[in-house]
């Protein structure tokens, strides 16, 4: 009974040992995936802010050209045979001596230059709306990328606690009470304070 009470230890102890070697060897693959997810979703955390700052720029530059259009056109339509003054660009026909006044461009000068003016401000409002579409699917990645980042760090604690109880077993298997006592009381110990931080978390965000 001694013998088969020593072998069964023994077998005890080597089953032991291997599912610890097991989970760490899983801990450590788990660890190395919830790094990987971190770094892209920092990538693409990076990336949203970029295209969410270029879709900002893009707006008020077509918000400016859109104005700069707006105020050509009732230029135009408010111009024919009067005097203009204004600081956009025009062709002067003719300036009365020692006057402040000078004569406007033709009606269809006018209206060539607003025209102009109208062409650019649609084309950077088209390059607005690229600019917030690509903001939208930068923002879309970010999601998801954060989405995977969780669920490696989840998966990567899960790892690190069956890691931990497979060492308190391996420590008990080996005899080590005290120790495998004090491997459980850790593993718990660090559960404890993350899930507090987890809530902490879900609080701020929310």
């Known amino acids: 009974d001694a013998a088969l009470a020593v072998q069964k230890a023994q077998a005890d102890k080597a089953a032991a040992d291997k599912a610890a070697a097991d989970a760490k060897a899983v801990a450590d693959a ?8 971190s770094a892209a979703a ?4 990076q990336a949203a802010q970029q295209a969410t700052a270029k879709a900002s720029e893009a707006q008020a530059t077509a918000s400016a050209s ?8 009732a ?8 005097l203009l003054r204004t600081e956009e660009k025009f062709v002067v026909k003719d300036q009365i001596p020692g ?4 004569m406007a461009a033709s ?10 003016l109208r062409a650019q401000a649609n084309a950077d409002k088209a390059a607005a709306d690229s600019a917030a579409k690509a903001a939208a699917d930068a923002a879309a990645v970010k999601a998801k990328a954060d989405a995977e980042a969780k669920a490696a760090a989840d998966a990567a604690q899960a790892a690190r606690d069956a890691q931990a109880k497979a060492e308190a077993a391996k420590a008990e298997a080996a005899g080590q009470t005290a120790k495998a006592m004090v491997a459980r009381e850790a593993a718990a110990a660090r559960r404890a304070w993350l899930e507090q931080a987890e809530k902490g978390l879900t609080e701020f965000t929310n």
């Open 66 to 73: 859109a104005n700069k259009a707006a105020d050509a056109e």
């Open 42 to 45: 920092a990538q693409a955390t």
């Open 99 to 102: 006057s402040n006044l000078v």
């Open 107 to 116: 009606v269809d000068e006018l209206v060539k230059t607003a025209k102009a």
């Open 30 to 37: 788990k660890a190395a995936e919830e790094a990987k997810a």
């Open 75 to 82: 230029a135009a339509i408010a111009a024919g045979g009067t």
